[in-house]
């Protein structure tokens, strides 16, 4: 039987780990972050994988930081035989890189060597990308550099967003990796080099990413808003307050307002004018201190006072 210690945090990782245990591994224990405050009343909240993990009866280890840990200790003294990681969160100090057998491996959601770094799916998906997938890989000190396993890839739909996304592309790790598994144990597998003239990169996203420029295209501000769905979101500003916008669509104008004016007033939505003589037609917002709403809903309320003409920036 195979030793695993397994290393994942968020939602992503969870299907991964189940697999792992139904597949018949002996996973000697589940790495993960510190729970976490969450929302305005700031509740102590544990992982996804966390929650996965005690589910299944699995012992949880949480370190604020792995390097020169008492918890890297730990996991080096269980002697696994690989550990698996999963969206985990923090770099694997040298010293746990080579302390099992069969090494250290990586479930990545992209098709390395694209979008190395902590939000493949949220740039791909903001960068228009057609397609996407999973990379399992050894893992070294380099971030997402080692050497390819396996890959699959798939479509990315036009109305995907990034929730979607991560579901979709849960599933294919774990496929994937329970295909590629038993070639990792039995030393059989591939071990393709990275081409490193291809490298591109997706790093956690800033604030900065987070604001809506309204002088881009329809199609561009289109695709940020839904790599940003249903978190962190996209926001623009109203009067000097942020509105955040979680769901939007393309909509062809035939005016040449300034970009980020409203040109457009129905019931149910409201458009804003972009670059390039196109528009956005907002479907669902939150405005500052309110609950997300649909667009019917923020026009018959607090945006009731909403005239053509006005201006998000």
């Known amino acids: 039987m195979t030793n695993i210690v397994f290393m994942g945090t968020p939602a992503f990782s969870a299907p991964i780990l189940r697999m792992l245990v139904e597949e018949g591994y002996n996973v000697l224990a589940v790495v993960t972050q510190p729970d976490r405050p969450v929302g ?15 589910k299944l009866g699995l012992p949880v280890i949480q370190p604020t930081k792995l390097k020169g840990s008492a918890e890297l200790e730990e996991i080096i003294a269980l002697n696994p035989d690989l550990i698996v990681t999963a969206a985990f969160g923090q770099l694997l100090p040298k010293e746990l890189l080579d302390a099992p057998e069969l090494g250290c491996i990586n479930v990545h959601a992209s098709l ?3 979008y190395r770094g902590g939000a493949p799916i949220h740039q791909a998906i903001i960068d228009g990308q057609d397609k996407t997938g999973v990379t399992i890989m050894y893992m070294e000190e380099k971030l997402d550099a080692g050497d390819i396993i ?32 038993p ?17 591109t990169f997706a790093r956690n996203i800033s604030r900065e990413q987070e604001r809506i420029d309204w002088n881009k295209s329809a199609l561009d501000i289109h695709n940020q808003i839904r790599g ?3 978190w962190p979101v996209a926001y623009t500003t ?3 307050q942020t509105v955040k916008v979680w769901k939007a669509d393309t909509i062809q104008v035939k005016t040449k307002e300034l970009p980020g004016t409203v040109v457009k007033i129905e019931s149910d939505y409201f458009v804003v004018q972009t ?3 196109e528009a956005i037609r907002i479907n669902e917002l939150q405005p500052a201190g309110k609950k997300k709403m649909s667009a019917e809903d923020y026009l018959r309320g607090v945006g009731s006072k909403l005239r053509i003409g006005d201006i998000f920036e």
């Open 150 to 181: 396996s890959q699959s890839e798939i479509p990315i739909a036009h109305t995907d967003d990034t929730g979607f996304l991560f579901e979709k592309l849960s599933k294919v790790g774990s496929d994937l990796l329970k295909e590629t598994l």
């Open 40 to 54: 305005r009343k700031k509740v102590l909240t544990a992982p996804p994988v966390k929650e996965e993990a005690v």
């Open 228 to 230: 940003l769905h249903p």
């Open 275 to 277: 670059g390039l003589e």
């Open 112 to 114: 390395l060597p694209a």
């Open 183 to 199: 070639s990792i144990i039995s030393k059989t597998n591939n071990r393709i080099q990275q081409d490193e003239s291809q490298v």
């Open 238 to 240: 109203l009067e000097g």
